[in-house]
T-cell receptor
Framework: EDKVVQSPLSLVVHEGDTVTLNCSYEVTNFRSLLWYKQEKKAPTFLFMLTSSGIEKKSGRLSSILDKKELFSILNITATQTGDSAVYLC????????????FGQGTRLTINP | GAGVSQSPSNKVTEKGKDVELRCDPISGHTALYWYRQRLGQGLEFLIYFQGNSAPDKSGLPSDRFSAERTGESVSTLTIQRTQQEDSAVYLCASSLRTGDSNQPQHFGDGTRLSIL
């Protein structure tokens, strides 16, 4: 059965710290891995990763995929209180259903 | 509209009643998805539509759940004879197309359903 596991489940840091969120997966016919940020309501899209070893960056956020070891990390540098959210990792398969298989999320809290 | 729109945003109903949830995808998006998110948990896939057809209904939890989509636009998710375990946030997402496409899914704000 397809599985996506995120760690840690919860993380509390101080503003200005750097954090690394982890996502490992066991999915047949892997196509891509996506990261979403969920504050109060809709998950908002952050990154889609398809190729191994290519870092994607958006401001203070960056992410990379390792298809050999079956994991991805999401880095946030110089964290701000507005980064507080649940970060969701999801995997899309090549064949069959176009559903995203989600991990349980990492709840990140940034204290001032 | 600019994003995926869902209605109602909140729904409280008594056990045993039927509910209907609505999703308006981003204009031009042919693929539409329904997910369920229970409190403190990740998202569970329910069903997806390519155009008006639903190639995968494998995530629907029981035969009390059904969904339809008309005109490659609006979709409704119906839950009959609601149970307390149906309480969750129901999220809709859309993307440009499926198949070989690598398009991200964009989510609406969800409908928070509470069954008393």
């Amino acid at each position: 059965e397809d599985k996506v596991v995120q760690s840690p489940l919860s993380l509390v840091v101080h503003e200005g710290d750097t954090v690394t969120l982890n996502c490992s997966y066991e999915v047949t016919n892997f196509r891509s891995l996506l990261w979403y940020k969920q504050e109060k309501k809709a998950p908002t899209f952050l990154f889609m990763l398809t190729s191994s070893g290519i870092e994607k960056k958006s401001g203070r956020l960056s992410s990379i995929l390792d298809k050999k070891e079956l994991f991805s990390i999401l880095n946030i540098t110089a964290t701000q209180t507005g980064d507080s959210a649940v970060y969701l990792c999801a995997v899309l398969r090549i064949q069959g259903a176009q559903k995203l298989v989600f991990g349980q999320g990492t709840r990140l809290t940034i204290n001032p | 509209g600019a994003g995926v729109s869902q209605s109602p945003s909140n729904k409280v109903t008594e056990k045993g009643k039927d509910v209907e949830l609505r999703c308006d995808p981003i204009s031009g998006h042919t693929a539409l998805y329904w997910y369920r998110q229970r409190l403190g948990q990740g998202l569970e896939f329910l069903i997806y539509f390519q155009g008006n057809s639903a190639p995968d209904k494998s995530g629907l939890p029981s035969d009390r759940f059904s969904a339809e989509r008309t005109g490659e636009s609006v979709s409704t998710l119906t839950i009959q004879r609601t149970q307390q375990e149906d309480s969750a946030v129901y999220l809709c997402a859309s993307s440009l197309r499926t198949g070989d496409s690598n398009q991200p899914q964009h989510f609406g704000d969800g409908t928070r359903l509470s069954i008393l």
